[in-house]
C-alpha cells in the first residue's frame, strides 16, 4: 500500500454570474429583485427591520416566539384555514431571524406568487396573536431551549457573549434569548413588539423570472395595512477589547469533555476588509483544510473538528473559534489553538494557504447561488448592509484577486490573540489547575 502524503490542489473557480438587480418604490415600501430568466420557481421575501437587536432588555426571544405564532392564524382566519390556503398553494411560510432583520418567505410556481404574498402579508400585518396560542407558543419555546442549554454550548456561547459585549447590552444577550427571559414573556411583550415593528412596510425581495412578475402588484399585497417610516438604524458599535485574556470557566461537574469558545469583537459586515478578512480567517479554521483543524485534530487527535471564522452583523462582529476536547487535553489544545491564532497574526498567510481559500471560497458562489431563495438570501444582504446592488457580481473577482499581502494584512489588524476571552465548559475541579498552570490568563467562574 502507498500513502498520498499530499492532498490534491484546488481546481478552478467555476464562472460565475450575479443576476440584474431591478429596485421599485412600490405602495410606500421598497422592492428588490432579481431577474432569473426562464425559472419557474420564484421567491418573495419580507424583509423587517425588526431582528433580535429591536428587542427590550428583559425580552430577549421576542421575535423567535412571534415568528411562531404567526402560525397560528389570522384576523381573517383561524390556524386550520390559514394553513389550508397556505397548502393550497404548494408553499409554507419560513421565518428567520438574526440580529439585524426578520424575514418571512414563501416560494411558489411564478404564476402563484401574488396569491402567495397577500397570504405572507396577512400573517405578518394581521396575526391572529390569541393570547391562549401565544401563552403556548411560549411555553413550548421555552422548553425547547431547556432542552437545547442542558447539552454542551449554549452556556458557553452564552458567557463568550455576554463577555466580549457586555450582558447588560442587548447584544451581549443570545440572539433567540434564554429560557429564563422567554418564559417571563407575556402576551403584552408579543403584541407591542407587533405593533412597533411589523407594521412597518419594511423592502419586499423578489427572486424570479420578472417578465412574468408585476413587482407593482406584489408590492401593494406585501405592503398593504402597513403605515410608518423605517425606524432609525444606528451606526457600527465600537466595543472596547481586552487588553489581556482571560479565562472564563462554565462549570458542568462529570464532563468527559470541554467545550471551547474563543473570542474578541471585531468589526462590522460592511466594513471594507470584509474580503480579506474572510479569506484569512478561511486560511486559519474555516474550512476543514484549515490551519487549525490541520493542527488540533489532524497533527494533535485533540478534536474531529475545530472552526475559526469572522462572523458580522450590521453594527458589530466578532472572531470566534468553537471546538469541544476530550478533558484530559483541555488545557493543551487552548494554548495549541491561541498558538496558532499568534502565528497567523505574526507571520500572515503563504501564497498555497490562500490559493485554497481563494479557490474555495470563490467555487462556493457558484454551487450555492444557484436556485431562487439563495439569491434572495443574497439580495437581504444587500439591504441589510447597504450594500451596492453590484456587490456579488464583483465579488467573486474581489475573492479571485485578494493577495498575499493583503489578507496577510487584514490578519495582522483583525486577529488579536492577546485580547482573547478563553470559555472553557467543562469539568472544574478536574481542568482548573492545569488551565492556571497555562498562563493564558486569569480564570473566572462563569457567572461570578
Keep these: 500500500m502507498s500513502l498520498i502524503a499530499d492532498r490534491p490542489g ?18 410606500g415600501g421598497q422592492v428588490v429583485a432579481a431577474h432569473l430568466p426562464g425559472q419557474n420557481l420564484a421567491v418573495a421575501l419580507l424583509l423587517l427591520d425588526a431582528g433580535a437587536g429591536r428587542e427590550p432588555a428583559g425580552r430577549e426571544g421576542l421575535g423567535a416566539v412571534l415568528a411562531k405564532a404567526l402560525e397560528e392564524g389570522t384576523t381573517q382566519r383561524d390556524a386550520t384555514a390559514y394553513a389550508l390556503a397556505v397548502e393550497g398553494l404548494g408553499t409554507e411560510l419560513v421565518t428567520g431571524l438574526d440580529w439585524d432583520s426578520f424575514q418571512v418567505s414563501v416560494q411558489v410556481p411564478v404564476d402563484r406568487l401574488t396569491a402567495a404574498v397577500e397570504l405572507l402579508a396577512e400573517a405578518v400585518r394581521t396575526p391572529r396573536l390569541d393570547p391562549d396560542d401565544v401563552r403556548r407558543v411560549r411555553d413550548d419555546e421555552a422548553t425547547a431551549l431547556r432542552m437545547d442549554w442542558a447539552n454542551p454550548g449554549p452556556r458557553a456561547d452564552a458567557a463568550l457573549r455576554a463577555d466580549l459585549f457586555g450582558a447588560e447590552n442587548r447584544w451581549g444577550r443570545p440572539m433567540y434569548g434564554d429560557p429564563e427571559s422567554v418564559a417571563h414573556l407575556d402576551i403584552e411583550d408579543v403584541t407591542v413588539f407587533h405593533s412597533e415593528w411589523f407594521l412597518r412596510p419594511g423592502t419586499l425581495i423578489v427572486a424570479g423570472d420578472l ?9 401593494a399585497a406585501a405592503f ?42 471585531s468589526v462590522h459586515r460592511a466594513h471594507p476588509d470584509h474580503v480579506p478578512m474572510t479569506l484569512a480567517g478561511t486560511v486559519l479554521g474555516g474550512a476543514f483544510t484549515s490551519g487549525l483543524n490541520h493542527l488540533i485534530r489532524e497533527v494533535l487527535g485533540y ?11 450590521r453594527r458589530f462582529g466578532r472572531f470566534v473559534v468553537s471546538s469541544g476536547v476530550q478533558t ?10 491561541v498558538g496558532e491564532i499568534t502565528r497567523t497574526r505574526v507571520e500572515g498567510v503563504t501564497a498555497d494557504e490562500l490559493a485554497v481559500a481563494r479557490a474555495w471560497r470563490a467555487g462556493q458562489l457558484s454551487v450555492e447561488l444557484q436556485s431562487p431563495r439563495a439569491i434572495a438570501s443574497a439580495l437581504t444582504t444587500l439591504v441589510v448592509h447597504d450594500l451596492p446592488d453590484d456587490y456579488h457580481a464583483r465579488l467573486r473577482e474581489a475573492l479571485l484577486t485578494a493577495d498575499v499581502d493583503e489578507v496577510s494584512a487584514a490578519a495582522a489588524t483583525h486577529l488579536r490573540p492577546e485580547s482573547l476571552t478563553l470559555v472553557v465548559e467543562g469539568d472544574a475541579a478536574l481542568i482548573r489547575a492545569e488551565l492556571a498552570a497555562t498562563d493564558l490568563g486569569e480564570i473566572v467562574d462563569a457567572g461570578a
Design 224 to 265: 398593504a395595512g402597513s403605515g410608518g417610516g423605517p425606524a432609525g438604524r444606528g451606526g457600527p458599535i465600537e466595543v472596547p477589547t481586552r487588553a489581556e485574556r482571560r479565562i472564563i470557566l462554565v462549570d458542568r461537574p462529570g464532563s468527559v469533555q470541554s467545550t471551547l469558545r474563543l473570542g474578541h469583537p
Design 10 to 27: 484546488p481546481g478552478l473557480a467555476r464562472p460565475y454570474r450575479f443576476p440584474q438587480v431591478v429596485r421599485r418604490e412600490v405602495a
Design 328 to 337: 484530559a487535553v483541555t488545557a493543551p489544545a487552548l494554548v495549541a489553538t
Design 211 to 219: 417578465e412574468r412578475i408585476d413587482l407593482a402588484a406584489l408590492g
Design 303 to 313: 478534536t474531529y473538528g475545530i472552526r475559526g471564522e469572522f462572523a458580522a452583523s
